[in-house]
């Protein structure tokens, strides 16, 4: 737990260190090609989103979690949701390959999104009893809480992103509310393990042991 502890404190000061450091950057030194496309913080965004893929992936690999499908569900739906936000953030056109182009920059990311999504939602409909019992247990754990500021973070940088909200710097906001939306949902990847079982183990008081998933009621 205490490791755990220090990992999230450990993201968010590197998050706030990042944010103060760009806007300083931008606001003071006017350094605005920053936030451009794919300049530094788009980078930055993409290497956060890569991290925390990598995370979830990893965890839906470890045999402890073999015997429980619909977390291990969960884990692959959540680098499927990483992906997709690196497909988006990625721009290719400068590249000339027109099959990247048409993937990542054409309409070829709507047909990649349906082939993804579609066999991960089909999957977890036949789960759904088991993942609503899950977020009545865990709506108000670190992994719960962190994605909800990850999820205020994304919405509000889709109102610079489209325009509803325009004032100086206003591309530079939306990229840093972007960039912090990650971080916050890499917070919320180191935690998924520990949260998510608790809230599916019926009979270990929140403790994760070596022995709990002969306990859970999603086998």
Known sequence: MANLSVQRWLILCVMLALTAGF???VMVFDH????????????VQLFILAVVGYVFFAQ?????WQAVPALRLLTYAAVALCVSFIVREMSVKATGIDWLIFIVDGQGFKLLMVLMWLPL???????????????????VSPTALYLMAAIGC????????????????FRFYEEVLEMNG????????????KDVFSAACD???GE???NCYHALPLQ
């Open 60 to 64: 839906g690999r470890q045999p402890f």
């Open 203 to 205: 009979n270990c008081l």
């Open 121 to 139: 939602l089909v999957k977890a409909f036949a789960y759904r009893s088991q993942y609503f019992n899950i977020v009545k247990q865990a709506i």
């Open 32 to 43: 605005a090609f920053l936030y451009g496309e794919n300049e530094l913080m788009e980078h």
């Open 182 to 193: 990650y971080g916050f949902m890499l917070v919320a990847a180191i935690h998924f393990h």
């Open 154 to 169: 994304l919405l509000a940088g889709a109102l610079f992103d489209k325009e509803i909200i325009v004032v100086e710097y």
């Open 208 to 210: 994760i042991d070596d």
């Open 23 to 25: 806007a300083v950057q």
